[in-house]
């Protein structure tokens, strides 16, 4: 397939949630596309519906309504979908996801840490070979520790890691740094900055660190489930 510039592109998506008789537009009616290489960093106050558009943008979640094409292919249209197996393919070919809570396996050392989705699910072209990934995080000296014996912000780059060892297209992050420091989130922004300038990683940031977000090369405000 011939590659396009667009990688994910949503057309009037709807996520509507429904609580007893009453309907909530966590995403009401959004379009956006986002190109190989960008960064973007999605903005806007709590309950705007960032999270909900990270997750649908990521195939984590399917949308009520509206067309969302990843990777040139149709995952849902009028209300239809691809099927969990097949979602599942995407969210591991395409996609690296790390979270504010960043949910390493503490019986685990950062090295096995990063290497649990490539025991799971090897994707071809990936390397079993870590150790420029750790140096690029700055963790080459923290590979055999515990989670329990680092720090927050290298707690996160071991997070990083563990969503990069697939070699995904696309990292999404949901408030990567809502558990860390001034100093440690802008650690996390340098990182994600340097991944999208030398590897061409495309980046797709929730937050309300507006420092943070201003390492993004774009930053898109949304307001009640729109694009503000
Ligand atoms: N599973 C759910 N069921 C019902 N309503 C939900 C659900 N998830 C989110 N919502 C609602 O959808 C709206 C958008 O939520 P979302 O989590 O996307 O906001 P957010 O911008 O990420 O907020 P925050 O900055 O607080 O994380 C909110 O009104 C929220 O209450
Ligand atoms: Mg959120």
Known sequence: MKATPAI?????????????????????????????G??????????????????LLGCLDNPTSGKLTVNGRTVHQDGRGLSESQLTRIRRELFGYIFQKFYLIPTLTVLENILVPFAFFRKEGASQDVLPLLKKLGLENRMNHLPGQLSGGEMQRVAIA??????????????????????RSREIGKVLRQ??????????????????????RLTISLRDGRIA
């Open 8 to 36: 994910i592109e949503a057309e009037n998506i709807k996520k509507i949630y429904k609580r007893g008789a009453e309907e909530i537009a966590a995403i009401n009616g959004l379009s956006v596309a986002v190109n190989r």
């Open 38 to 55: 960008d960064f973007i960093a999605f903005v806007g106050p709590s309950g705007s519906g960032k999270t909900t558009l990270l997750n």
């Open 162 to 183: 563990r969503a990069l060892v697939n070699r995904p297209e696309v990292l999404l992050a949901d408030e990567p740094t809502g558990n860390l420091d001034s100093e």
């Open 195 to 216: 991944l999208n300038e030398e590897e061409g990683l495309t980046v797709l940031l929730v937050t309300h660190n507006l420092e943070l977000a201003a390492m993004a």
